[in-house]
């Protein structure tokens, strides 16, 4: 901001100074002219008290002296009057130009200050085009060197849209985290403090649809250089900006004004689920439990489901563990059979009051509900169209 501040510092604007200057000028004298028409009120005033004691005096005192001094008073009161309003007039038209002559100033000096923004990142940016060239023989190298199938680390959850099914880092990941924490090591603050999933290792690119900037990609697109990511990503945007503030489309004010809104992804509140052993929460503030059987799919609250998951109850079904499991159980129905029974709170796992409800008083913990919402007081009164079979996903 004071880097800003600094760059809007200029020679200060002669039309603005000589209307200053105008002003200046006016208000000093329809000061001196208010004082004159307040000594000649107070003239008049005397004259007449003057007159007052001539026309009661027994002597033949002439009263004409101050019956002039009065009317030449009173003339200079209405002059001064009538200077004052004319001067008055002058001020407003010389305080209009001048808040005209100002605004144009700001629009002038602001437009000019992001247009000097703009080739300054992009003269800098071109900089680091240049720098990062031997970089990119490097990681060349690195990458090169690193066989695909050496298992050097586990990348746990990786961000959407990465192209790797296996367990173990690719050599691409591996010199994208490489490069990530050179980056890191030298200029901290290019990265957020708190990030989600452990990404805060890996590189991210501004998504380049229609250079509106994001969070992740929508579909492939080709990285720009340093220089043509800069003129899309900042030089454009402000010299359109500066633009706008020359013909008065935008906002003069530049601090704290965003040049364009980044897209916000909407948090996860749910996971989709595979269930591998029958389990069991409690749904409302009735205490009833909500049943799952093994070999189901199910979407559920993301508290839920991560308990689930860590107590090895279900699956991600976007996970390739989820996805094998529950194509083998698709398999394992061909050649099976299942037989109806009903499902009990007995032959669940419970996961117990995951989303911390005040249950009412007299709530009944027995209460159940089935997977399509359907409950009642009796535990064992659930009956699925057919029961589940038993299924280990680690058969496979």
């Not at 008290?49 to 101050?66: C, H, M, V, Y």
């Not at 720098?131 to 690195?142: D, F």
């Not at 290792?201 to 380049?208: D, G, I, Q, T, Y």
């Amino acid at each position: 901001m004071n880097r800003l501040k600094n760059m809007i510092k200029r020679p200060k604007n002669t039309e603005i100074s000589a209307i200053e200057d105008e002003v200046l000028t006016l208000t000093t004298k329809r000061t001196d002219i208010v004082a004159r028409r307040a000594a000649a009120v107070k003239a008049a005033d005397e004259a007449r008290e003057q007159r007052k004691i001539a026309l009661i005096d027994s002597s033949e005192t002439s009263i004409d002296p101050f019956n002039d001094e009065i009317t030449r008073q009173e003339g200079v009161v209405g002059t001064c009057d009538s200077v004052v309003a004319e001067i008055d007039q002058m001020l407003a038209a010389a305080r209009l130009r001048l808040e005209a002559a100002r605004s144009a100033d700001l629009r002038a000096k602001n437009a000019t200050t992001l247009e000097e923004v703009a080739t300054t990142v992009e003269k800098h940016a071109g900089e680091l085009e240049v720098a990062l060239k031997p970089v990119a023989a490097i990681l060349a190298k690195i990458r090169k060197a690193l066989p695909e199938n050496v298992a050097i680390y586990n990348p746990a959850n990786r961000p959407e849209g990465r192209t790797e099914k296996n367990h173990h880092a690719s050599s691409r990941e591996i010199v994208s985290a490489l490069l990530a924490e050179a980056i890191a090591h030298v200029a901290p603050d290019t990265f957020d403090e708190e990030t989600n999933y452990k990404r805060e290792n890996a590189l991210f690119r501004v998504v380049v649809d229609e250079w509106e900037p994001g969070v992740r990609f929508r579909e492939r697109r080709d990285p720009s250089s340093a220089s043509a990511a800069a003129r899309l990503l900042v030089g454009d945007r402000l010299r359109q900006r500066a633009t706008a503030i020359r013909d008065g489309k935008a906002p003069a004010e530049i601090h704290g004004t965003p040049i364009y809104v980044p897209s916000v992804d909407v948090p996860q509140t749910s996971i989709d689920l595979f269930v591998v052993k029958n389990f069991s929460y409690i749904k409302d503030r009735l205490g009833r439990y909500e049943l799952h059987a093994q070999g189901s799919t199910a979407v559920l609250d993301v508290k839920i489901a991560t308990v689930a998951i860590e107590k090895g109850f279900a699956l991600r079904l976007d996970s390739d563990e989820g996805r094998q499991a529950y194509d083998a159980h698709l398999e394992n129905l061909k050649t099976y059979q299942p037989w109806n029974s009903s499902l009990s709170t007995d032959e669940c796992e419970p996961l117990g009051n995951i989303l911390n409800f005040e249950l009412e008083e007299g709530s009944n913990p027995l209460q159940i509900s089935s997977e399509r919402g359907r409950h009642t007081a009796e535990p064992s009164a659930i009956k699925p169209a057919r029961r589940i079979p038993e299924f280990s996903w680690e058969d496979d």
